[in-house]
């Protein structure tokens, strides 16, 4: 079993540059596996999370572990996305008043209220979901969420000694939930649900707790010659995507998406795919955490500056693209920027606004946080 981590991990910020900028790639059409991104955060934070409520378990009773770690959740979280989702809301009603673009700010406005309350997810998966191009990215914050309000009390509950079962059976429960929700959604059995099997599986909760486990069982199990089983997984996992796709399709049109487009609607990937890219992304976070490897490429300051910032980025990259594209169609003086352009744009206003948000609204908060800190 692998003793609990340090609290600062070299290239853990790096890895999470490196996702935020997959999503980005994906969202301004030049990565098509960018969506991956979202599963190498999930794994991620499945890894941290984990590690840090086993050391409060160890160390403190029931009442102050919870407390801890919800205030520090509270902090970290809450005043960003908040700020967000209320500053989103305000400017959505000033333009709809001003007759821009009425009926998606109109939208967009029903589309918060699922979003202040963490169910943008669920809201997703229904006929009432309409999709805007500003506030879809939600939807993985929403689970993010409801992981950290369930994940605690579990492990609280499991005893040390039955962890690792406990994080198997995590890891193939995901597979299970998926395998449920498809012929659940085939079946037709709840109306307002969409018809789309595949993406029905996407956007639920349950279809990503393997994602969790496999990050948790990391930050206190070993796993063996892993530098050399990412290496092969790197040859193996595309050349599955690619493969299994091509038996389906007869094409290689998804090569550019390493076999594994997004919701993955082709030879039933959408149910066995994600463990698949789970396991890797945890091979992946292992070797960084633990044996160093691109450490020395993840430490550059570019990545490690992008890392810290990455909620800001995630959280305002979406909107922020929609408003870029939106001015380059409607104002002649922007036209000639082509796409290359908007993509620049776009990441520039983005790193600027996340950094701003960092220094003048999560800092502050952030540094709230020691008043709950915890000894391992």
Known sequence: MISHLNNKIRGLDGLRAVAFLLVFGLHTGYVRFGWMGVQLFFVISGFLITDILLRMKESMPPREYFLKFYARRFLRIFPLYYFFLTALTGLAILLAANQYKPNVMHLLLEQLKFAFVYLFNFFSVTNGYADLGILDHIWSLSIEEQFYIVWPLLILVFPRKILKKYFIAGMVSGFVFRVILFFVARAG?????????????????????????????????????????????CLFVPLAGISTHYLFSGTLESAPALGFDLLMPVSYQFLWAYSLLNIWFMYLVYIVAFEGDFVAILELSPLRYLGKISYGLYVYHFPVIWFVEQAHSDFDFLSNMGEP????????????????????????????????????
């Not at 993406?199 to 199990?221: C, E, K, N, P, Q």
């Not at 606004?353 to 003048?360: G, R, V």
């Open 341 to 376: 352009g908007v993509m620049l744009v776009s990441f520039a206003a983005t790193v600027l606004l996340a950094t701003l948000s960092y220094y003048l609204l999560e800092l502050p908060f952030l540094k709230l946080k020691d008043r709950f800190s915890y000894t391992a």
């Open 189 to 233: 059995v709840f109306p307002f649900l969409r018809t789309s099997a595949p993406l029905v599986v996407y956007f639920m909760t349950f279809s990503h707790v393997d994602a969790f486990s496999f990050g948790a069982y990391i930050s206190r199990f070993p796993l063996q010659k892993a530098t050399r089983v990412f290496w092969l997984l």
